[in-house]
């Protein structure tokens, strides 16, 4: 897949205004990004200008040069794309960590502007319960039912449900940069006293003994900042209104469980982040941020898929998570989902079709109200019914793709023609295939297809335990149901499976190692951006069970044959 062409649906003509309270970024210190700094931990690319960005302030505590709590996490959880008419190329890349979200909106700026990367409003969304898409437009959700601070399965937390009501975001969007919300006033250098608790009450004297103070008053949404929020923002490598936004609320004291411990914090809203601060923790660790970055992950429903394919197609294609996720829990060719997409809207999730569909794959509402109903321009609700939809009308067209699509258009309605839209979706499904499958399993050629000459001799590396039999044979029925398998493909008799560039799931290799041979399944395909690196390093990729019958867990050292077709 050549970068830069996935996401590219269609043209946008116009371009709205982006309304955002970011600051230019300014890196008090830069430093070259390193391998892991650039990938995510599925193994997909992360923008350099991104990665430099987490180099600057994580890379210290990820080589142990500096002990303290991450600014951003150890390592990026995704890296995924939406439409957006703020962008100039219709779209907006994210980059998702624990603790936020970096954005770059494509074309709007140079990459070496000042604004070339923004944080995004996590927390602004969360409590207002609303995702933005345009400058103007937002789709509505309920906010956040979870711990804002310590464990996540504590009994009665402190919830973003119920710090919404305290937080400036009635009004969001920021009209003409004034909040339309309660305001305080200055109080710096006093000491911080209020308590709120986990039903969102305020005691403004409930505690009178932790000598914390206001160091610092934000007059644009009227708020006081605690004096070790202002500390710690100061000391990092980044702007500190660029990392953490405006402040959303007053300082808080409350009450929550660490680690199942009882543990009095101090906690505050911004715009991108919640910063903590925790008096008994040792220095480093005494302010952090709360996990908004995974918290909101977990709001919007967005997943990583569990396969290489799969992961490459949500993380490349506008709103893929959503739509991958959807077409998977629904047992589809989640590529058949994504064409669909394609045709129905472009990517753009406020589109119609003539047809009477509405949103990202054109779902009509006749149809959503049959299901359930909702608002059909929240993409996530609209993949769902979609997904719905089309697994009802595949079971009532059985190995017949062209009429399940045409039964997905029509809705039930003998005066809609839909043949226009299948075939386009049927030539989009079929470019996607190939685009995809191909670049994820293609490698170099096979030295010699004689069985009995090693294509490759060296170290193998191995998949987790965790990846038991179950999961390989589900993986093989994954790609099986869209055709990226060998002929006569079949599951592994003795539950040995591998992997290995230039081969699909199916095909089957011979492997000699510490006076051992045994033959295994192709049962899962690299990465496209992983190829080069791992030919550089391994012979072959195998699952624990072949890996430790081989005696590799002692002597990690294979050679590899060729087997020729199945059967």
């Known amino acids: 897949m050549r970068a830069g062409t996935r996401w590219r649906f269609a043209s946008v003509a116009a371009v709205v205004a982006i309304v955002a309270t970011t600051a230019p970024l300014t890196l008090n210190s830069s430093a070259a990004p390193s391998a892991a700094a650039l990938l995510t931990v599925t193994g997909m690319p992360v923008d350099r200008a991104i990665a430099e960005i987490w180099q600057a302030t994580d890379g210290p505590v990820a080589d142990g040069s500096r002990v303290r709590g991450w600014t951003w996490g150890p390592a990026a959880l995704a890296a995924t794309v939406e439409y957006s008419a703020d962008s100039p190329a219709g779209v907006r890349t994210m980059v998702y960590y624990d603790k936020g979200r970096m954005d770059i909106l494509v074309d709007a700026e140079s990459p070496g502007s000042t604004w070339y990367v923004t944080g995004a409003l996590l927390v602004t969304q969360m409590l207002a319960g609303k995702v933005p898409f345009t400058a103007d437009w937002a789709v509505s959700r309920p906010s956040l039912a979870i711990a804002v601070a310590g464990d996540l399965d504590q009994p009665n937390p402190l919830t973003y449900a119920m710090l919404a009501p305290l937080a400036s975001v009635n009004g969001w969007p920021l009209d003409g940069g004034e909040v339309q919300g309660t305001t305080y006033p200055n109080r710096i250098g006093e000491e911080i006293t209020a308590v709120v608790t986990p039903d969102g009450s305020v005691d403004p004297r409930g505690v009178l003994d932790a000598g914390i103070a206001v160091g610092a008053f934000d007059t644009v949404t009227g708020?006081?900042?605690?004096?070790?929020?202002?500390?710690?923002?100061?000391?990092?490598?980044?702007?500190?209104?660029?990392?953490?936004?405006?402040?959303?609320?007053?300082?808080?004291?409350?009450?929550?469980?660490?680690?199942?411990?009882?543990?009095?914090?101090?906690?505050?809203?911004?715009?991108?982040?919640?910063?903590?601060?925790?008096?008994?923790?040792?220095?480093?660790?005494?302010?952090?941020?709360?996990?908004?970055?995974?918290?909101?992950?977990?709001?919007?429903?967005?997943?990583?898929?569990?396969?290489?394919?799969?992961?490459?197609?949500?993380?490349?294609?506008?709103?893929?998570?959503?739509?991958?996720?959807?077409?998977?829990?629904?047992?589809?060719?989640p590529f058949l989902l994504v064409a669909i997409a394609h045709v129905a809207s472009g990517g753009n999730p406020q589109a119609t079709q003539q047809n009477g569909g509405v949103g990202l794959l054109a779902v009509r509402?006749?149809?959503?109200?049959?299901?359930?109903?909702?608002?059909?321009?929240?993409?996530?609700?609209?993949?769902?019914?979609?997904?719905?939809?089309?697994?009802?009308?595949?079971?009532?067209?059985?190995?017949?793709?062209?009429?399940?699509?045409?039964?997905?258009?029509?809705?039930?309605?003998?005066?809609?023609?839909?043949?226009?839209?299948?075939?386009?979706?049927?030539?989009?499904?079929?470019?996607?295939?190939?685009?995809?499958?191909?670049?994820?399993?293609?490698?170099?050629?096979?030295?010699?297809?004689?069985?009995?000459?090693?294509?490759?001799?060296?170290?193998?590396?191995?998949?987790?335990?965790?990846?038991?039999?179950?999961?390989w044979e589900r993986t093989l029925r994954f790609y099986a149901g869209f055709g990226l398998v060998t002929a006569g493909w079949q599951y592994d008799p003795n539950g040995y499976y591998c992997v290995k560039p230039g081969y699909i799931p199916g095909q089957r290799l011979r492997l000699v190692a510490n006076g051992v041979e045994i033959s295994c399944t192709i049962g899962d395909t690299v990465a496209a951006g992983d190829v080069a690196n791992w030919q550089r390093r391994w012979a072959v990729e195998l699952n624990w069970e072949a890996f430790t019958t081989l005696r590799l867990d002692r002597n990690n050292s294979v050679e590899v044959y060729h087997l020729g077709p199945v059967g």
């Open 365 to 471: 509402p006749e149809v959503a109200s049959e299901l359930g109903g909702g608002d059909l321009y929240d993409p996530r609700l609209n993949a769902l019914l979609a997904a719905t939809e089309l697994r009802r009308a595949t079971d009532a067209h059985p190995n017949d793709i062209r009429a399940a699509v045409a039964a997905y258009f029509q809705g039930g309605r003998s005066d809609v023609d839909p043949h226009a839209l299948v075939e386009a979706t049927l030539a989009r499904h079929q470019q996607l295939l190939t685009e995809y499958t191909t670049d994820a399993t293609t490698g170099v050629p096979p030295v010699t297809n004689d069985p009995h000459s090693p294509i490759a001799s060296g170290q193998a590396a191995y998949y987790a335990p965790s990846y038991d039999r179950a999961w």
């Open 223 to 333: 708020h006081n900042i605690a004096a070790p929020f202002v500390d710690w923002a100061a000391r990092q490598a980044v702007d500190p209104l660029w990392l953490t936004g405006r402040p959303l609320t007053e300082p808080y004291w409350t009450q929550t469980l660490v680690g199942g411990e009882p543990e009095r914090v101090l906690l505050q809203a911004f715009e991108r982040r919640i910063l903590t601060y925790t008096p008994g923790n040792a220095p480093g660790w005494q302010v952090e941020s709360n996990n908004a970055g995974a918290h909101y992950r977990l709001w919007r429903g967005l997943y990583q898929p569990d396969d290489r394919v799969s992961i490459e197609l949500a993380s490349h294609e506008y709103f893929g998570e959503e739509i991958v996720t959807a077409a998977l829990e629904r047992e589809l060719d």
